[in-house]
C-alpha cells in the first residue's frame, strides 16, 4: 500500500541543496548586510528637534525588520538541517554560523535601547503617534520602558559581559554535575548504570517495585551531589538578585512577568482559581490510588499508567483525523493543514540519525513553517502532531503582521498549540472504541491538568520561597529540601504519601539563565487556550473569527487587553479561570464515572 502523504519534509523549496546550498550562503551573506545596515541606521540616529521628523526611527524600525527577517529565516534553516541528521557536518558548520547570527542580532538590539533612551519623553510619545510608527508603538515603547528602568546602557553592556562567567556559566555547570551523574539499577535481575535521563523515563514502568526501586535509587544519586546544586543555584539567584538590586526593582517576579507581557494581578487570580479548585483534581488523584490499591499514592506513582489500551494508527490515519476534527472549528485551520500534508512541510519519519523531540519553525521571508517530530503511530504522537500544527497555524495568522509585532511571549506562544491539541485529544477520547482506551486517553488529558495545576504550582512556590529567602544570604541543601517538600505539599494539597526532597535538584528549569520563573507561563498558556476552548463551544459561527483575530494581536499587547480586546475577559479576574478549569474538572467527573465499580 502506497502513502497518501509523504513523511519526509521539503527543505528545497526553502533553500535548494542541504548543508551544500548555495542559496543558503547567499542569503546568510544578505543577513550580514542586514544587520551592517542597521548598525549604521543607529549610528546615523539624531534625536529629533519635532516630532514629525521620524526619518532616523523609521529607518532603525526598517532595517531591524529586515535583520529580524533574514535572520531568523537562517536561524529557522539550520535548526531543520542539524534536526533531520545529526550526522551531517555542514550542518554543524552553519549552527557557528546561526550563533554568530544571533549574537549580533541581540547586540545591536542593545545599541536600539541606547538611541531610543535618548529621546526626551515628550518628542518619544508624539513621535509614536506618527502615521508611519503609530503601529510599531507598543513594541517600541515598551523597550523604551524597560531600558528605562535597567541600568545606564555601559553599566548593561557591562553586565552582560560578566553574566556569561558569572550567571550562565553556573547554568552550564549544572549540566556538567547532571551529565557526570550515574544511576545504578538493578532491573530484571541485572545491575546497569544509566544515565539520570534514562532512569528517569523507567519511573513509569507498570511494576510499582520498579518505581520505588528506581526511585530510591536516583533520590541517592541526586543526594550525593546535593552540595554541588545547593552551591549552583545560589550563585545563580545570588547574581539575578544583585542585578536586581543594583537596578532597584524590589520583586523577583518583575523580570518574568514583564517578559510575559502579564501583570501581577493576572497571575495571582491564575494560581487563585487554581488552588480554589484543587479539591476536584484531589478526587482524581484519591481515585487513581484505589485504581492501584494504595490508600495514597506517591511522587512515583503519578505518572504511573493505568492501561496501555490505545490503538496504533498509521500517518495518513492520523492526519486524516486531525484534518477532520479541525474543520468542525476552523475551515480555514482544516484547509491550512491539509496543505502542510501535501507539500511535506512536516519530518515525520521514523529512523535513526534524527534529533529527538518535535518543534515547529517558521520562515518569515518564505512565510512557510516546517514541523519536526518522530511518528510511530502513538496516541501521543497524534497528539503531538495536532500540537505542532497549532503553532505552524499560529505562525500563519500572523502573516500579514509586521515582523516587528510578531514576536509575542512564551505564555501566548503555547496558545494556539494547545489548542488544536484539545480539539484533537477530545475527538480521539470520543471515538474510543473501547472502555480502556477511553480511560487511557482522558488520563492523559487529566495528566497534563496534574501537572500543570499542581507541579507547576509547586515548582513555582519553592522558587518564589528560595528567593525571598536567597536574599538573606545562602541557603543551604538540607533548607532546600525543606522548601521543596513544604511546596509539593501545598501543590498537592497534602494527598501524596512520598514527595521529592531532592526535585530542586533534578528539575532542569531552576537552572535555566535564558528565562527566569520558567513555571507559570506554562500553566497560563495551557489555561488561556482552554477557556478559548470553551469560548468556541458557545459561540461557534463567531470562532474563526475571533480566534484568527487574536492570534494576529499576540505579538502587540499585553496579555490582559489581548483577553480584553478579543474575549470580553478580564485576566485579572478569577472568573475567567475559574471557566477554564471547569474544562479540565470535565475529564476528572468523566474518569470517575468511568472507573467507578
Ligand atoms: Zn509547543
Known amino acids: 500500500m502506497t502513502n497518501k502523504y509523504g513523511q519526509t519534509w521539503d527543505l528545497d523549496a526553502i533553500f535548494p541543496g ?37 526619518a532616523g526611527l523609521v529607518r532603525i524600525v526598517e532595517k531591524w525588520e529586515t535583520s529580524a527577517k533574514h535572520v531568523f529565516e537562517v536561524v529557522a534553516f539550520v535548526e531543520c538541517l542539524v534536526a533531520q541528521d545529526v550526522t551531517d557536518k555542514k550542518a554543524k558548520q552553519w549552527s557557528g554560523k546561526k550563533d554568530e547570527l544571533m549574537a549580533a542580532y541581540s547586540g545591536t538590539l ?61 547554568g552550564g555547570m549544572y549540566d556538567t554535575i547532571v551529565g557526570s551523574i550515574q544511576v545504578p539499577l538493578e532491573i530484571d535481575g541485572a545491575e546497569k548504570s544509566y544515565s539520570v535521563g534514562q532512569a528517569a523515563n523507567k519511573m513509569d514502568a507498570p511494576d510499582r517495585q520498579v518505581r520505588q526501586h528506581v526511585f530510591a535509587r536516583m533520590q541517592e544519586a541526586w543526594t550525593e551531589k546535593e552540595d554541588f546544586f545547593a552551591e549552583t543555584i545560589n550563585h545563580l539567584a545570588g ?29 495571582d487570580a ?23 490499591g494504595l490508600e495514597k499514592l506517591s511522587w512515583y506513582d503519578i505518572d504511573a499508567p493505568l492501561s496501555s489500551a490505545t490503538k496504533h494508527v498509521s500517518y495518513d490515519e492520523a492526519a ?67 500540537h505542532e500544527l497549532g503553532h505552524a497555524y499560529h505562525s500563519y495568522a500572523m502573516n500579514d503582521v509586521e515582523q516587528l509585532n510578531q514576536q509575542y511571549a512564551m505564555n501566548v506562544a503555547e496558545t494556539a498549540s494547545t489548542l488544536a491539541e484539545l480539539i484533537v485529544s477530545d475527538a480521539a477520547v470520543r471515538e474510543a472504541a473501547t472502555k480502556d482506551e477511553k480511560i487511557a486517553l482522558i488520563e492523559e488529558k487529566i495528566q497534563r491538568s496534574i501537572a500543570f495545576f499542581m507541579n507547576i504550582h509547586a515548582r513555582f512556590l519553592f522558587e518564589t520561597r ?11 541543601a538540607a533548607r532546600l529540601r525543606e522548601l521543596m517538600v513544604d511546596a509539593q505539599k501545598e501543590a498537592y494539597n497534602d494527598q501524596l504519601d512520598e514527595y521529592d526532597p531532592t526535585f530542586w535538584a533534578s528539575k532542569l528549569h531552576f537552572y535555566a539563565t535564558d528565562v527566569p520563573f520558567y513555571n507559570f507561563p ?4 495551557y489555561l488561556f487556550s482552554t477557556g478559548i476552548y470553551a469560548k468556541a463551544a458557545e459561540n461557534p459561527e463567531d470562532f474563526e473569527r475571533s480566534y484568527n483575530a487574536l492570534l ?44 467507578a465499580e
Request: proline share 3%.
Open 320 to 386: 486524516d483525523f486531525i484534518v477532520k476534527n479541525f474543520r468542525t472549528y476552523s475551515s480555514q485551520m482544516a484547509d491550512f493543514s491539509q496543505q502542510a500534508f501535501e507539500k511535506r512541510w512536516i519530518e515525520a519519519e521514523d529512523r535513526n540519525s534524527k534529533r529527538p523531540g518535535g518543534f515547529c519553525t517558521s520562515f518569515p521571508e518564505k512565510k512557510e513553517s516546517r514541523i519536526f517530530m518522530t511518528f510511530s503511530g502513538t496516541a501521543s504522537n497524534v497528539s503531538t502532531l495536532a
Open 110 to 170: 542593545t545599541g536600539v535601547d541606547q538611541v531610543i533612551t535618548q529621546v526626551p519623553q515628550q518628542t518619544w510619545e508624539q513621535l509614536l503617534e506618527q502615521p508611519e510608527l503609530i503601529n510599531y508603538a507598543f513594541v517600541l515603547d515598551e523597550r523604551k520602558k524597560e531600558a528605562a528602568e535597567k541600568l545606564s546602557p555601559e553599566q548593561e553592556i557591562l553586565l552582560n559581559d560578566l553574566a556569561i562567567d558569572g550567571y550562565h556559566g553556573w
Open 522 to 525: 506554562y500553566t497560563f498558556g
Open 18 to 54: 542541504g548543508s551544500d546550498s548555495s542559496a543558503l550562503a547567499e542569503f546568510a551573506q544578505k543577513a550580514d548586510q542586514a544587520l551592517t545596515d542597521w548598525k549604521q541606521a543607529l549610528e546615523a540616529f539624531q534625536v529629533p528637534d519635532q516630532a514629525e521628523d521620524t
Open 466 to 476: 528560595f528567593y525571598e529567602e536567597r536574599k538573606n544570604g545562602l541557603v543551604s
Open 552 to 595: 494576529e494581536d499576540t505579538g502587540r499587547m499585553t496579555v490582559e487587553d489581548l483577553a480584553m480586546k478579543h474575549l470580553q475577559e478580564d485576566l485579572t479576574d478569577k472568573s475567567f479561570w475559574l471557566k477554564a478549569i471547569e474544562v479540565c474538572k470535565q475529564d476528572i467527573e468523566e474518569f470517575l464515572r468511568l472507573t
Open 239 to 267: 547574581f539575578r538578585l544583585q542585578t536586581y538590586k543594583h537596578r532597584k526593582w524590589d520583586s523577583v517576579l518583575k523580570e518574568p512577568l514583564a517578559y510575559n507581557r502579564m501583570s501581577q494581578d493576572t497571575l
Open 270 to 292: 491564575m494560581w487563585g482559581a487554581i488552588s480554589d479548585e484543587k479539591d476536584s483534581f484531589v478526587k482524581y488523584l484519591q481515585r487513581k490510588a484505589k485504581i492501584l
